[in-house]
């Protein structure tokens, strides 16, 4: 029989880890938690061991900190997300600094400038552009639930899935981080279907109707919404996009998906228009970017802005620069810096983002950029810079796993001017620039908070050269660092 694991009785949280979990030093051991704040004095049930550190969970307070800001979420706790409400918004922006310092420090070992103050975000609440839900039959019942001991009275939900329970999901009334229009039409939704019988997915064993809803907003005010059905009933899926469609006239794309897969991506799917265009559109300055239903863009529209206005800055551009681009996703970098630039030349792994690239490129009237699609490590090499010219600026923007060795080796023979590293990953950032540090130094740092009341932070570094171009690659070895998707 397993042991049971210890209780730590009325110990002190001292601090915030990276991960959005709080800190207990216990002895010489280093116990995570969730849920708990610098200042909180807890009993914790320890829930799992290694030999550097432990796991556990709070089971009871005895002492709230003064730092504890109350949740202004029903579902805080819950469903998983926003962890760190009870954190003042203050206080999250202070953590998440330190956690850019901590990470070039410990990671990076390389000379830093003066670090500046993040950027927070103007909206802390109803910020984000993109929610998804999902549809079930059998929901997730909560303690209090549970603890009454009655028969609930509706079994299906429609709203977000329980970490770690791929078949559970809570439902979802009343959520804060998108448009409050989110929450009348998924509330809408749910209302109408189980009026009319409709029937939600059933996550073990496949069946249903309804399987995911979509809701894209923009800044400009249009509304997209993407039904997504596992069974093709078409008079169910009909009557419920009629319904919205005379109950929401803000909707200006209303699209429909039929995925039987066992995956829930839509990527690789047809998307149908029911009513309206198949795109909204968002703004910044005077560019307008067409985003559909498989676009990929920022989902917090205001950080993302002052995110490209300080890449921008960092850039320096005079007007007769050649810019390359890397991971340029849907090109909203490259084309924000076109008309500031000589030429852009925009490197993305994923076909479609190219195509959608070169849609918003012609839908503002921008000549002066080339996209081009395929593996970073593979197209990026010195015949590419050979054939396309040396860049005097290069961004990159990588994914969580940061740059792979070959990119950062191309990157030193293109030996651009300047180069400004964006990243969502401040651990793998450092590593790729410890991998520069002996041809550039930092010449400044901006975090920037994307997703406040989460551990999540965005860093943009600005690298100068500071020696000749090198005349061959150099074999580099990258260390892997763990890197969880946001």
């Not at 880890?17 to 002895?27: L, N, Q, R």
């Not at 049930?45 to 969970?57: F, S």
């Not at 600094?97 to 390389?110: P, S, W």
């Amino acid at each position: 029989m397993k042991k049971k694991l210890p209780i730590l009785e009325k110990v002190t949280v001292s601090g915030v880890a990276a991960e959005g979990k709080a800190i207990v030093k216990y002895g010489e051991q280093v116990v995570f938690v969730p849920f708990a704040v610098p200042g909180d004095v807890v009993d914790i049930q320890l829930t799992g061991r290694k030999k550097t550190y432990a796991e556990g969970r709070v089971i009871r307070f005895h002492a709230y900190s003064s730092q504890r800001a109350t949740p202004f979420c029903e579902h805080y706790g819950i469903c998983g997300g926003c962890q760190w409400q009870i954190l003042p918004y203050s206080e999250q922006l202070r953590c998440k600094q330190q956690q850019v310092v901590d990470q070039l420090t410990r990671i990076g070992k390389v000379e830093l400038p003066e670090i500046s103050p993040i950027l927070g975000s103007e909206k802390t609440r109803r910020y984000r552009n993109k929610l998804e839900f999902t549809f079930s039959d059998s929901r997730w019942l909560t303690e209090e639930e549970i603890r009454s001991g009655r028969q609930p009275a509706e079994h299906n939900a429609l709203g977000f899935h329980i970490p770690g329970r791929f078949d559970k999901v809570l439902d979802i009334r009343t959520c804060r981080l998108q448009d409050e229009i989110s929450d009348r039409i998924r509330n809408e939704v749910r209302t109408f279907a189980l009026a009319q019988g409709l029937t939600f997915f059933n996550l073990r064993n496949r069946g249903g109707l309804l399987r995911n809803l979509i809701i894209r907003t923009a800044t400009t005010g249009e509304v997209m919404l993407i039904l997504v059905c596992y069974e093709d009933d078409e008079s169910g899926r009909t009557a419920l996009l009629n319904h919205l469609a005379d109950r929401f006239p803000e909707i200006t794309s209303l699209l429909h998906v039929l995925n039987p897969k066992a995956n829930d991506t839509i990527t690789d799917l047809e998307v149908h228009v029911f009513k309206g265009k198949d795109f909204i559109t968002e703004q910044m300055e005077d560019l307008r970017f067409k985003i559909g239903p498989k676009s990929f863009f920022q989902t917090n529209s205001g950080q993302a802005y002052r995110l490209y206005a300080a890449v921008r800055d960092f850039a320096g551009l005079t007007g007769t620069e050649h810019v390359y681009d890397l991971y340029t996703g849907t090109g909203t970098i490259a084309n924000f810096l076109a008309r500031r630039a000589g030429r852009v030349t925009g490197i993305e792994y994923v076909p479609e983002a190219i195509e959608d690239a070169k849609v918003n490129a012609a839908f503002n009237s921008i000549a002066n950029v080339h996209f081009l699609a395929g593996d970073m490590k593979d197209l990026l090499t010195a015949d590419f810079i050979e054939t396309h010219g040396r860049p005097d600026v290069l961004i990159t923007d990588p994914p969580r796993a940061g740059m792979h060795g070959d990119v950062i080796q191309t990157i030193l023979l293109a030996a651009p001017r300047r180069i400004v590293y964006v990243s969502c990953n401040p651990a793998t950032q450092a590593r790729d620039l410890h991998l520069l540090d002996a041809d550039y130094r930092i010449v400044k740092v901006q975090p920037v908070d994307m997703f406040p009341h989460t551990h999540h932070v965005e860093n943009i570094v600005l690298l100068e050269r500071k020696i000749a171009p090198a005349p061959v690659a150099r074999a580099i070895q990258v260390p892997h660092i763990a890197a969880k998707e946001q």
